[in-house]
């Protein structure tokens, strides 16, 4: 689905969100759920065959870096959906939560990455 | 993208809202929150298989 279609489907469902608020809150959170989620499918399926393609191009230099990046990318994806979905709701202090845990993921992932910059850097000046 | 799950939540929203507004002003206020609480375990588990695909496909895609 081309931007255009997205863009006024995702006003129309916020109007069907604002107008399910005023009686019942937890419909139009559930309304946003169902349309994230949507949204996300599509589009993540339109990004699939590209990835594949990406992957060959790395063949060349290190593709173990591109690993990491991807998976970086996928920690941040999700977790900034559920703490934005948790923002919708009112609760920003479970957003902050998800928003801390996933920062610590995203850094776990990176984290022998970062040891092997390291040893380059000392291997490098000769420490 | 399948939009006519968004209109099938939408829709119940409003009937519970209705049936809500119905029961309260009939005196019935534990149904009315009886029926809220079923409207809610039905669109979750309408819900719950696009979630688990939208779960599996970021899986696959981004290597996790």
């Known amino acids: ?127 | 993208m399948e939009v006519d799950l968004i209109f099938k939540i939408a829709a119940i929203g409003i009937i519970v809202a209705v049936l809500n507004q119905l029961l309260i002003r009939s005196g019935r206020e534990e149904q009315a929150m009886m029926t809220t609480l079923a409207g809610l375990i039905v669109v979750l588990m309408m819900i719950i298989h696009e979630i688990d695909a939208l779960f599996q496909a970021i899986k696959s895609i981004f290597g996790l």
Do not use: H, W
């Open chain 1, 1 to 127: 689905m081309d931007i255009l279609g997205l863009g006024a489907c995702a006003v129309f469902i916020a109007a069907f969100a604002s107008l399910l608020k005023k009686q019942n809150r937890e419909y139009a959170l559930l309304l946003a759920v169902c349309a994230v989620v949507l949204i996300l499918l599509d589009t993540l399926g339109q990004l699939e065959p590209y990835l594949t393609r990406i992957e060959e191009l790395s063949g060349i230099q290190g593709g173990e870096y591109l690993s990491v990046m991807l998976k970086a990318a996928g920690i941040t994806v999700s977790g900034q959906i559920a703490s934005s979905l948790c923002k919708d709701a009112g609760e920003n202090s479970i957003a902050y939560g998800v928003e801390i845990a996933s920062k610590t993921a995203v850094l776990l992932a990176a984290f022998p990455v970062i040891s092997k910059i390291f040893e380059l850097l000392s291997k490098a000046m000769g420490i």
